[in-house]
């Protein structure tokens, strides 16, 4: 059974304008429920529901991220001697500011840009 939606807008209490209403959008994208495509004008109160979904949605592969960023980080510093994971075998360690390479033991440091200028 379809429902259907009548014209009625709560903010004139009476008929909607339509075109004439600046609320009224157009919005195009992917609908977050079933992935069909979307292209029409409603009301931008209308549209609330759907873009919530997105929004939710967007939200949760952002976090998804972040824990996985954080899960290797937290990985490579679990790492035994300070040696880094998945060294790759005959290839040199990256070379410091200093111009001495690094060996697999040494702690992580942090390098600086020789183009930057402090400014104190």
Known sequence: ?????????????????????????????????????????????????????????????????TESFRNEVVRRADAPNGKRPQQIEGRQPRPSSSGEALRGDQQYQLFRDPGFEDAR
């Open 1 to 65: 059974m379809r429902l259907d939606q009548g014209t009625f807008c709560p903010l004139i209490k009476g008929n909607c304008k339509m075109l004439e209403c600046s609320w009224f959008t157009q919005v195009r994208g992917l609908d977050p429920q079933t992935g069909k495509e979307v292209d029409e004008f409603q009301c931008a109160v209308k549209w609330m529901p759907m873009l919530i979904l997105e929004v939710a949605r967007e939200t949760r592969q952002g976090a998804a991220a």
